[in-house]
């Protein structure tokens, strides 16, 4: 038998032809004013109130605007006459720049940051109110005393995220679910079991449904970071667990009491089909945000706990 020799021909890997042909990207020195004056004219679409509010010239908002869309490759906004319009691309653009923003004026004065990688943000204001967010690895759920964490992601499982199913009905009077509109995240339903409801008492906690998720002292860029949550388990619609301290009132006209909460969400259905963000929180066992010790825990309310049978 004569043997042949034959040669495969190799082909090249077209990601990593393009990478080496390739030229790096020069990211522009003045990139943090340009993303502002990106988004500032988004929000606006009008260029006159864009340079008001940024304090700057038309030249220099028109100039970032060319030198964004020259190294993206793509046009940010279309003209009709002097009326500004978003396109396809710059809708894109437009929310990861907003975070960018958010981030970074908060990340300048520490208050945002990653622990393990995993996002860590927090706000302390003058009047003494503080607010303290750190993403938890999910296993945690799994390390406290109450089954109702790992009792929820198993009913979420099972029902494959719809809120009416059989198999989330045992769920339902400890969970708050959340919609989002155009004004933003309203809440939609509010168990008779849940924490909060036990906070604030049931006729209290009922008086909030069809109410958004308020306005935060932190202002607009610590607010778009606590949004960030929500967003991304829409956009993922999976599960997250976030560690949260700060101080609450118990009602309009008694002062705020420390809170440290463990809260899950998690990413489900409406019977059409529409999202529904299911979100359940209990008290904390051990405070795991870095910086913080366990004092909150001594302060904090006896009753402020879920009571959920084993």
């Known amino acids: 038998m004569t043997r042949m020799n034959v040669r495969l021909p190799i082909q090249e890997d077209p990601v990593q032809t393009v990478q080496a042909k390739a030229a790096p990207v020069q990211v522009p020195s003045l990139l943090y004013e340009m993303i502002r004056s990106f988004t500032t004219l988004a929000r606006t679409l009008n260029l006159s109130h864009a340079v008001a509010e940024l304090g700057s010239t038309r030249q220099t908002v028109r100039r970032h605007i060319a030198q964004l869309e020259e190294v993206s490759g793509n046009k940010l906004f279309s003209m009709e006459g002097h009326h500004y319009t978003l396109t396809t691309h710059g809708i894109e653009m437009l929310p990861e720049a907003d975070d960018l923003l958010a981030r970074g004026k908060l990340w300048i004065t520490g208050q ?5 990688n995993l996002m860590r943000f927090s706000h302390e204001a003058p ?3 503080a607010f303290f967010q750190q993403h938890q690895p999910l296993n945690h759920a799994w390390d406290l005393t109450s089954s109702l964490f790992r009792d929820c992601i198993s ?5 494959e995220g719809y809120l009416e199913a ?3 009905q ?7 679910v959340y919609r989002h509109t155009p004004h933003g995240w309203i809440c939609v339903e509010i168990g008779e079991e849940s924490f909060y409801a036990q906070w604030w008492g049931w006729a209290n906690a009922r008086s909030s449904i069809g109410r958004g998720l308020g306005e935060f002292p932190g202002g607009p860029e610590f607010e778009n970071l606590i949004n960030q949550s929500f967003e991304e388990v829409q956009a993922s619609g999976g599960l997250r667990l976030d560690e949260v301290v700060t101080q609450i009132p118990r009602s309009a ?6 809170l440290a909460y463990h809260r899950l969400l998690m990413g489900g259905r409406f019977p059409d089909g529409s999202f ?16 913080l010790d366990q004092e909150v825990l001594e302060l904090m309310p006896a009753d402020a706990r879920v009571t959920y049978p084993a």
């Open 276 to 291: 529904a963000l299911i979100t359940v929180v209990d008290r904390s066992e051990t405070i795991r945000i870095k910086g």
């Open 253 to 258: 006209d008694t002062p705020p009491e420390p």
């Open 155 to 159: 009913a979420w499982s099972r029902s």
């Open 170 to 176: 045992k769920m339902r009077p400890f969970v708050l």
């Open 127 to 129: 009047n003494g109110w």
């Open 112 to 116: 945002a940051g990653h622990v393990n």
């Open 166 to 168: 059989p198999e989330f």
